[in-house]
């Protein structure tokens, strides 16, 4: 999605983020109410397990804080990938986790550890280095993704939120979400970019080309959201999140590549520094939430009729 959005940005510089996200909605949308579960004898399908699409206003009502939050994440993510080069992207965005932690600490009273804090000192370290080492610096782009990591963390803590709303089913939950969101975004459209469609009409957006590469983008869109849970429930939130570093990784470098982007000691140093702290972050929350559950663990009893039996086994033993 990131290549195919940065194509879309430098072959239609025209039309703005909004826009394009706007499409992939639409498309993420028509996809998902187009396959409702079927019962039936045999094996289910693939798709049985997504929900039956359908739509009531006081749901809607409940899930639309999230959807705010959604579309505030959605544009400024598209904002900093519009105004940044594809390698700077990671990096730009990177200040999610150190929102996360702040949000949880302010919002919810928790302690925050040595290690979870010397963790978020090397991902800010490393921001600061890749923002100091690119060579294409953009103020407004970098300030657009720091504004995507604020909304990616109170998306976060709204889907936890709202989530019961809708029976704790994603699906259902993403449904609402991103339906709600097309109603949103159609007025930003409309006021912000009205006159940037029409002078377009006969131009960027005639061409196969930019809805090719929307077609893709919300096939795309729509797929890593399944790839993501598949990939939990089958492994773990561990794996899903190193597995999510080394892309990052490859992404970046191969943006140096594909896009000719120029690349600079202190640059690379800032990218790796914060898939570093990132991946960090994640092995030391893991072991901390493993240590607190084993701790909150209630103590096994062993009942005196267990303890006869186990004596009586070792005496027949000795036998």
Not at 79 to 87: D, E, N, R, Y
Not at 270 to 288: A, D, P, Q, R
Request: aromatic share 12%; net charge positive; with cysteine.
């Amino acid at each position: 999605i990131c290549y195919v959005a940065g194509l879309v940005g430098q072959r239609q510089r025209r039309i703005d983020a909004a826009m394009t996200e706007y499409t992939r909605v639409a498309q993420t949308e028509e996809v998902s109410a187009s396959l409702p579960p079927k019962a039936s004898d045999k094996k289910p399908s693939f798709f049985a397990q997504f929900p039956k699409a359908e739509y009531t206003a006081g749901v809607a009502t409940r899930v639309f804080p999230l959807s705010i939050v959604f579309v505030g994440m959605i544009t400024f993510n598209n904002l900093c990938l519009k105004w940044v080069q594809v390698s700077f992207y990671n990096v730009a965005r990177s200040l999610t986790i150190v929102f996360n932690v702040f949000f949880t600490r302010v919002l919810l009273g928790a302690n925050t550890s040595f290690k979870t804090t010397a963790c978020l000192g090397v991902v800010i370290l490393g921001f600061l280095l890749g923002s100091h080492g690119e060579l294409d610096f953009s103020m407004k782009g970098t300030i657009a993704g720091v504004c995507s990591s604020l909304f990616v963390s109170l998306n976060s803590i709204f889907t936890k939120k709202i989530l019961p709303v809708v029976d704790d089913n994603h699906w259902r939950l993403t449904y609402y979400n991103n339906v709600n969101a097309f109603f949103l975004f159609i007025p930003l459209i409309l006021y912000f970019e009205g006159e940037v469609i029409k002078e377009s009409m006969n131009k960027q957006l005639s061409t196969g080309a930019f809805w090719s590469a929307m077609t893709i983008a919300g096939f795309f869109g729509f797929s890593i959201g399944i790839v993501t849970v598949l990939q939990i429930k089958a492994t773990s939130p561990l794996s899903h999140n190193i597995s999510g570093t080394a892309k990052a990784a490859v992404q970046s470098m191969m943006a140096f590549y594909i896009w000719g982007n120029k690349a600079t000691f202190l640059g690379v140093l800032g990218i790796f520094t914060v898939l570093g702290g990132s991946l960090l972050y994640t092995l030391v929350k893991m072991n901390e939430n493993a240590a607190a559950a084993a701790s909150e663990a209630p103590p096994v009893q062993i009942k005196g009729s267990d303890v006869e039996a186990g004596t009586k086994s070792i005496e027949t033993a000795k036998v």
